[in-house]
């Protein structure tokens, strides 16, 4: 299986470097780059947010399947919409939280990270392991996914993908 994952297109720069999980805004036409990926592809999966599925149709893609699993974190409702610098100011934020992954992960997020990395996991296995296969989700879902395929986990950018193939 081949999977190919890209990140979503850029929201409105209001959103840039924001925790934006669930919330579902669209992506800005005007910062719509290009994102050489290939046309051939056995299957087509998005997240069900707006921004996934709006950055496959710009891309020319139709025959998608969304799957609210390939979803960014679920962040605790008073962080979503947040930069860092505002997350910081709050009265409850300790720079310890900072120390791991997990530790933040548990601060700032709704969703445990072991839910998080189980929906993430469920939706891999039940991937048809013979295909050629695009996946558009989201930073953080990306990330989870090589960290869970033992592929070096990276940030992208916005429209920039990663190849890993898995056996």
Request: aromatic content about 10%.
């Amino acid at each position: 299986m081949v999977l190919t994952l890209l990140r979503h297109a850029a929201p409105s720069a209001e959103y840039h470097g924001r925790t934006i999980g669930h919330t579902d805004i669209p992506i800005d036409p005007r910062l719509f780059g290009s994102a050489a990926l290939s046309r051939s592809y056995d299957v087509i999966y998005s997240s069900d947010l707006i921004r996934c599925t709006q950055t496959l149709e710009h891309l020319g893609y139709t025959d998608i399947i969304t799957d609210p699993r390939l979803r960014e974190v679920a962040f605790k409702e008073h962080f979503e919409g947040k930069s860092f610098e505002e997350i910081e100011r709050m009265e409850e934020y300790d720079p310890c939280f900072l120390e791991s992954q997990e530790s933040w992960h548990t601060f700032i997020c709704e969703e445990s990270i072991e839910h998080f990395r189980r929906r993430i996991e469920t939706f891999l296995e039940e991937l048809p392991l013979d295909q050629n296969i695009l996946i558009c989700s989201h930073a953080g879902t990306i990330r989870e996914i090589l960290s869970l395929l033992k592929s070096e986990p990276k940030g992208l950018g916005y429209l920039e993908y990663t190849i890993v193939t898995v056996k």
